[in-house]
């Protein structure tokens, strides 16, 4: 298995992503091609007392950079050269299994899309971040940020593949399936959340997934569902909202522990409980989010990610390999009802 790894994307490039692969390497076993600035890769490496490439580690040269203000619809045609679309060629061009960028995510998409194409059938690919949840398992929430404005019949889709997301990735043999709406109530909504239920429910019904209606806002970290489907823009606050509201009340508990001498003896005790729980919030520990949809796995890793998330990255992007749902999910997607299927 080869993990293709854009080093020259995110804050932090390369050193993060180069550390990060040498980390997995070791860890994991995995086979990494580096795709960047070679020189500056090798920099980064000597900087660290490493003279010699490491056993798994490779270079794939390429002197240009997709930056943050690049316009996503062009990046094909103007950064030919660059970290991020060589390396989405290398993974079209079977030299790799998956794709990781902490890139531009709007070019990431538009690469992924154009390069790498998308499964069959699937009218959009859209990101299906995993969060945990009160009940100990964790939901997918698709789309997250890919497609802001969506019919009916994409959100239909992004339940089938959400489901099977799921249930290969996460274990869950039936997931439970809700649409990301202001009530529960199946009139609720707008015209969208309205035609989007009739379809989730007939989806339901030739068994592609099993739909329980829709689920608020609220009830998602509560696990409510398994997966909330959304468009990408309510998605989008959605991800961001929780997310917020954990670092919020991460940083509450923090300074809780810290009052006095006898909360700091209170956080002793509950200290191996604490670094668990943060751990699941951690998003160096989650690794990226999944462009789903895609012939092959393609990892957005955040922005900000350090070594350790890029190597928590690689690791779920191996895991991605050996789950892959592409076949299925063409079947899936290619037995909804006449007036939900979609033709490339």
């Excluded at 080869?2 to 070791?26: C, W």
């Excluded at 998956?98 to 990431?108: D, E, Q, V």
């Excluded at 890029?310 to 007036?339: G, Y």
């Amino acid at each position: 298995m080869k993990i293709i790894l854009d080093a020259m994307g995110g804050d932090n490039a390369p050193e993060a992503a180069v550390l990060g692969a040498i980390d997995a390497a070791r860890e994991f076993g995995a086979e990494i091609t580096l795709v960047g600035k070679g020189e500056e890769i090798l920099n980064v490496m000597r900087g660290h007392n490493i003279t010699d490439l490491p056993k798994g580690i490779e270079i794939a040269g390429a002197e240009d950079v997709v930056s943050m203000h690049d316009d996503p619809s062009s990046v094909t045609k103007t950064r030919k050269n660059s970290s991020m679309i060589v390396g989405l060629r290398m993974l079209a061009e079977d030299r790799g299994d998956a794709f990781i960028s902490a890139g531009n995510t709007g070019a990431l998409l538009t690469g992924a899309t154009l390069i790498v194409k998308r499964v069959r059938h699937v009218r959009r690919a859209a990101f299906g971040p995993v969060m945990p949840n009160k009940t100990g398992g964790k939901t997918v929430i698709i789309d997250s940020g890919a497609n802001v404005e969506c019919t009916p019949e994409f959100l239909v889709q992004f339940g089938c593949i959400g489901s099977l997301y799921a249930k290969k990735t996460l274990g869950v043999a039936e997931p439970k399936v809700g649409l990301l709406n202001n009530g529960t109530e199946d009139s609720k909504g707008m015209p969208l959340q309205k035609e989007a239920y009739a379809l989730l429910k007939k989806a339901d019904e030739a068994g592609l997934l099993h739909f329980v209606g829709n689920v608020e806002a609220r009830d998602v970290p509560l696990g409510a569902v398994d997966v909330v489907v959304c468009d990408g823009f309510s998605g989008n606050v959605l991800l961001k909202s929780i997310e917020g509201t954990a670092m919020f009340m991460g940083s509450l508990v923090k300074h809780m522990f810290k009052k006095n001498p006898i909360t700091m003896l209170g956080a002793l005790c509950v200290k191996s409980g604490l670094k668990e729980m943060m751990g699941m919030l951690d998003y160096r520990e989650i690794g990226g989010t999944a462009l789903l949809g895609i012939r092959k796995p393609v990892i957005k890793a955040h922005g900000s990610s350090d070594a350790r998330a890029f190597r928590s990255a690689i690791r779920q992007a191996m895991e991605a390999v050996n789950t892959n749902i592409s076949e299925e999910l063409e079947a899936c997607l290619a037995n909804l009802p006449k007036e939900q299927s979609a033709n490339d």
